[in-house]
């Protein structure tokens, strides 16, 4: 594998509970023979770090313990497969896991940043004009009344077709988790969102069967998705491919999700355009496939290509050609 290091800055800052992001530096990974592309972009918090990604891929064979490393290593490897059969990439991912033909497009959500009750509603009225029949609510940066009011408010400038989530990004103790996930379950939402702190990941099955989805995205940073399900801890799992170490690994995640009935939705971890990309063509080789936290382009100043993917109405379409696709071919480069 060849690397070239890059980074790309965010239009915004984005505050996290690992410190607040300004670019996202990573690793274009190429097969040997450029035939394959693949993208290693840690995250604090979820990943390896940059200098433990950049040793792992300089020693050729990154494991679970890099998994933004083995992500890139993984999609290369796919890439270059997919594309020396003629298939997509989402194509050649579907028959090997499900033994089931890929979409052609998958739908994603919304994402209603923190807000007055104003705000939060205009942003909601903003996403359905675009399209989107889904809109995912963050909460958890203001008090339980305020974040109430604003649920309140989604669901009135939403009405009663368009599902609404919301997340919380751990920032609850389980009291005023159990308040939030009823109001949610009385206004129709479909889940919450790590209402728990991520390292409280088992301790969510006690909020769950109160009429919303609970579902866990930070948690399967500190504990394995095997733990989750044995522990009947969540309704969805969020699987972020670059933090579940590649294609591969997120694939077989949704398997297992989906044999214990556990619903599974494909996010990123505000990649670059290659594993967004990516992203995209695991989503689109899972049957069915619910809204999916894709639509994360926007949040880059900067990136390694024009995104050949764009939302339209709510959902975003596999590029043309084969693996990846046609449109990010100037990236093959030697």
């Known amino acids: 594998m060849r690397t070239e290091r890059f980074s790309v800055e965010l239009a915004r800052p984005l505050d996290t509970a690992a410190g607040t992001i300004e670019s996202r530096t990573g690793y274009l990974v190429r097969t040997d023979d450029g035939t394959g592309l693949g993208e290693a972009t840690p995250l604090p918090g979820w990943t390896e770090s940059l200098d433990e990604c950049r040793a792992a891929l300089d020693g050729g064979n990154p494991d679970g313990s890099t998994p933004a490393a083995r992500h ?16 997509r990439l989402c194509d050649a ?6 033994s ?10 919304a994402t209603v940043g923190d807000g007055s009750p104003e705000e939060t509603a205009d942003a909601v009225r903003s996403a359905v004009e675009e399209g989107y029949d889904c809109a995912k ?3 958890g940066a203001r008090d ?33 988790a159990e308040r939030m996930l009823d109001v949610a379950a009385e206004l129709d939402y479909s889940y919450v969102e790590q209402p728990l702190p991520a390292t409280e990941a088992t301790e969510h099955a006690a909020l769950r069967g109160r009429g919303v989805g609970v579902a866990l995205d930070e ?4 504990t394995t998705v095997s733990a989750v399900l044995d522990a009947d801890a969540a309704d969805v799992l969020v ?4 933090a579940l170490g590649g294609p591969d690994g997120t694939l077989a995640a949704v398997r297992r999700a989906r044999e214990a009935g556990v619903e599974c939705v494909v996010t990123t971890t505000i990649d670059a355009v290659v594993a967004r990309l990516g992203a995209l063509h695991v989503a689109a080789a899972i049957p069915d496939a619910p809204a999916c936290g894709l639509a994360t382009g926007s949040m880059l ?25 046609d449109a990010l071919e100037p990236l093959y480069r030697p």
């Open 144 to 176: 339980a009344d305020a974040d109430e009011r604003r649920l309140r408010a989604a669901r009135d400038a939403a009405g009663d077709s368009v599902e609404l989530r919301a997340d919380a990004n751990g920032a609850w103790d389980a009291e005023t």
């Open 219 to 222: 948690s399967l940073s500190t």
């Open 301 to 325: 100043a900067s990136d390694l290509a024009p995104d050949p993917a764009p939302v339209s109405e709510g959902r975003m379409g596999v590029p043309e050609g084969g693996g990846l696709g």
């Open 93 to 98: 991912l579907a028959a090997d896991a499900f």
């Open 100 to 109: 089931a033909p890929a979409a052609d497009s998958v739908p994603v959500n």
């Open 239 to 242: 699987c972020k491919p670059m």
């Open 72 to 87: 890139g290593v993984s999609l290369a490897r796919a890439d270059a497969a997919a594309r020396e059969s003629g298939e």
């Open 137 to 139: 609510v963050k909460v």
